[in-house]
């Protein structure tokens, strides 16, 4: 596939990506996002997807082992300038690609799941996506007050974690709850039972709340709260640390009763 290069601002093509980069409107209109970076793209590939067209700077060196291994996606260079106003880092790698959306997989048989209420910013909510893949979460909830999942920040957080999970946006996180075939968790502060005082047996499911604001109490009421042990002199800790703590002890008992889940 020859490559195409573009050096105004002002062209279409670009002005396209331009919006896809910054646009949540943009991106669902078309269905379309742009991944950042080899190792993500390298994720998304390996789970089947291929992109539909390829950004690359005017600096980037290994374009011919993309181009050769994805031989009939169109590429178009772009001078550093243009190519660094469409990456969500300051020091991009020099590759993007725009991929279409995968569509929301039916949540299916629940057994390890995670449900997300109003996580807001792009970072938190993709190294949430990120551990929930690593742990071995199956499916993720996210509230209509969470930021954007297929987002380019987001995607960037998440380093391919997406692409294992099925990732259901908008979702009731009452209705989940209510109806969830399993105990669901939700750590709260001051609350009687400690997380390592628990049997996580699955089906199970954890709930995590807003960076600020946690949980509602309307969400609390579905679900059974434990506390994680904190002896130092703070109150509260990061979301994603909490997530990590919580879905990797379910790792931790998963592996000590020779499960391996």
Not at 62 to 73: H, K, S
Not at 101 to 117: D, K, M, Q, R, T
Not at 213 to 221: F, I, K, R, T, V
Request: one cysteine or more.
């Amino acid at each position: 596939m020859s490559v195409k290069t573009i050096s105004s601002r002002d062209n279409p093509q670009y002005r396209n990506f331009l919006a896809l980069a910054e646009s949540r409107q943009a991106r669902r209109e078309q269905g379309q996002t742009l991944l950042d970076g080899e190792h993500v793209l390298t994720e998304a590939v390996q789970a089947g997807i291929t992109p539909v067209h390829l950004v690359v700077s005017d600096e980037y060196a290994n374009l011919d082992d993309w181009q050769a291994r994805l031989p009939y996606v169109p590429v178009t260079r772009l001078p550093s300038t243009l190519f660094r106003k469409l990456a969500p880092v300051a020091t991009p790698t020099g590759i993007l690609a725009v991929i279409d959306i995968p569509s929301a997989a039916e949540p299916g048989n629940l057994n390890f799941a995670v449900l997300l209420e109003d996580i807001q910013e792009p970072g938190n909510l993709g190294a949430l996506l990120r551990t929930s893949a690593a742990a071995g979460v199956d499916t993720v909830f996210l509230s209509k007050g969470c930021t954007e999942a297929w987002s380019p920040k987001t995607l960037r957080g998440g380093q391919g974690g997406h692409f294992s999970l099925r990732i259901v946006e908008g979702a009731d996180l009452k209705q989940v709850a209510d109806t969830f075939k399993g105990p669901v968790y939700a750590a709260a502060l001051r609350s009687g039972q400690s997380l390592y005082e628990m049997t996580l047996t699955p089906p199970l499911a954890f709930m995590f709340g807003n960076e600020g604001a946690g949980l509602s109490p309307a969400l609390l009421d579905c679900a059974q709260p434990f506390s994680i042990p904190m002896p130092g002199p703070v109150e509260s800790l990061n979301v994603t640390a909490a997530a990590a703590i919580c879905l990797f002890e379910r790792v931790r008992q998963g592996c000590a009763a020779g499960t391996g889940r």
